[in-house]
């Protein structure tokens, strides 16, 4: 499993048109092979606007195929529409650990 999480630092002047414009781009890279789940998350009281999309994918080679065949394509669709007036990074994390709650029996907190 890998997590692609790209953090959008927004001008706040484009927020609500961005807001209404990125679920069809996220639409599209869950189209992709290999991409199996998004979250957008807002920084509580943030500003400017800043937001973060997490993807999560199969495989590195699922990210890598991303990377190389439709990254650059998908990436110009953001710049052709809002310009300069947002900045992103892009970080990949690799699973090390999954943690779960272990269920109490009696339900109570130990």
């Known amino acids: 499993m890998v997590l692609y999480e790209v953090e959008i630092r927004l001008d706040p ?3 609500a048109e961005w807001r209404a414009w990125i679920p069809g781009h996220v639409a599209r890279l869950l ?3 290999g991409f199996l789940s998004a979250e957008l998350h807002r920084a509580h009281e943030q500003s400017p606007p800043l ?3 997490s993807y999560r994918l199969s495989s590195a ?3 890598d195929e991303y990377l190389v065949r439709h990254a650059a394509r998908l990436r110009a669709e953001g710049e052709a529409r ?3 007036r947002f900045h992103a ?3 990949v994390f690799r699973l090390e650990s999954h943690f779960q ?3 109490d029996p009696k339900g109570e907190a130990s």
């Open 51 to 53: 937001y973060r999309i």
């Open 89 to 91: 990074e892009r970080r």
């Open 61 to 63: 080679a699922a990210l």
């Open 82 to 84: 809002f310009g300069g």
């Open 101 to 103: 709650p272990s269920p």
């Open 13 to 15: 002047a484009i927020e």
């Open 31 to 33: 189209a992709l092979p």
